[in-house]
Nanobody, 125 residues
Framework: QVQLVESGGGLVQAGGSLRLSCAAS????????MGWFRQAPGKEREFVAV????????SYANSVKGRFTISRDNAKNTVFLQMNSLNAEDTAIYYC??????????????????WGQGTQVTVSS
């Protein structure tokens, strides 16, 4: 499995933008579907977005569709999450996640094989 390290979290005002990055170590990054989950205090960890190993297919939670964009650069072993039009409901710890194989079937955190340590995103109103 790959080792994942997130960065780019912070404090932003409502309506603003942030870009999260996830750096992966290992030789098999290009074989992994990569995604993002988030968890707010008192809530379950929830799916945000996923991208296929080649980057050709993406999927998003309805709550972020049209506002967030996931992308990857396999040459640099990095996946990104561009977050626009942020609101208070986006406040959470964001976790980078990976699993070998296709990007389909990402319904629960237990589907994930590798996790990053998380990065805090706080949106002020």
């Amino acid at each position: 499995q790959v080792q994942l390290v997130e960065s780019g979290g912070g404090l932003v005002q409502a309506g603003g933008s942030l870009r999260l990055s996830c750096a992966a170590s290992g030789r098999t990054f290009s074989m992994y579907a990569m995604g993002w989950f988030r968890q707010a205090p008192g809530k379950e960890r929830e799916f945000v977005a996923v991208i296929s190993p080649s980057g050709g297919t993406t999927s998003y939670a309805n709550s972020v569709k049209g506002r967030f964009t996931i992308s990857r650069d396999n040459a640099k072993n990095t996946v990104f999450l561009q977050m626009n039009s942020l609101n208070a409901e986006d406040t959470a710890i964001y976790y980078c996640a990976g699993r070998p194989g296709p990007s389909t079937g990402w319904n629960r955190p237990t589907d994930v094989a590798s996790w990053g340590q998380g990065t805090q995103v706080t949106v002020s109103s």
